[in-house]
Structure formats: C-alpha cells, structure tokens
Nanobody, 110 residues
Framework: VQLEESGGGFVQPGGSLKLTCSAP????????MGWYRQAPGKERELVAQ???????NYADSVKGRFTISRDSASNTAWLQMEMLKPEDTAVYYC?????WGQGTQVTVSP
C-alpha cells in the first residue's frame, strides 16, 4: 500500500473531522499532495492541494472551513475539516503525484 487514508466517519452538521494520508513507501516530498472527494453520482473533484513549493489551493466550497497541511519528514498529509455540511458527504481520496489512496468515507448528517 503506497497511500493510507484514515479519519473518515460520521459527523453531524457543524462538526469536525481530520483526515490523515500516510505514504510509508514513497518519498512524498517529491510530489504535490492533495485531497479529492467523490459523492454518489458525481465526478471526483479537488478539495485541497499543497504543492511542492507549499502553495495551497482550495475548492471554493471549502475555503475557510478546511485546512490542508503536510509533513514531508513523515510523509504525511492532513485535511482538517471544520463546520461540516451535509454536502461535504463523499468518499475522500488522497493523491500524491499520480498515486491515489483507497479513499475514506465522510458522512455528514443530522
């Protein structure tokens, strides 16, 4: 397994979750890392990305609520999600370069 995601789960609207992406077998500092999500019946979309130079990109729908970070020394990236909404419900995937993780389910519901 090259990318391992964790931290998904069930949360009520307004709640928080923190996703973790671990890359134990690749040198993640060689790649940009990002989080994508795919809801049922929809295409996979970019949620947040951190480039090699440290530039951050966020989808407009999550700006101000989600924060991406990484630690190159440990080959780990995180996605802190605050003020979650039902429309954030999706499978969240980590991407390092061209390598995808298996996904972790996030469900936001009353």
């Amino acid at each position: 397994v090259q990318l391992e995601e964790s931290g998904g789960g069930f949360v009520q609207p307004g709640g928080s979750l923190k996703l973790t992406c671990s890359a134990p077998t690749i040198d993640s500092k060689l790649y940009a890392m990002g989080w994508y999500r795919q809801a049922p019946g929809k295409e996979r979309e970019l949620v947040a990305q951190i480039t090699l130079g440290g530039h951050l990109n966020y989808a407009d729908s999550v700006k101000g609520r989600f924060t991406i970070s990484r630690d190159s020394a440990s080959n780990t990236a995180w996605l802190q999600m605050e003020m979650l909404k039902p429309e954030d419900t999706a499978v969240y995937y980590c991407l390092a370069g061209a390598i995808w993780g298996q996904g972790t389910q996030v469900t936001v519901s009353p």
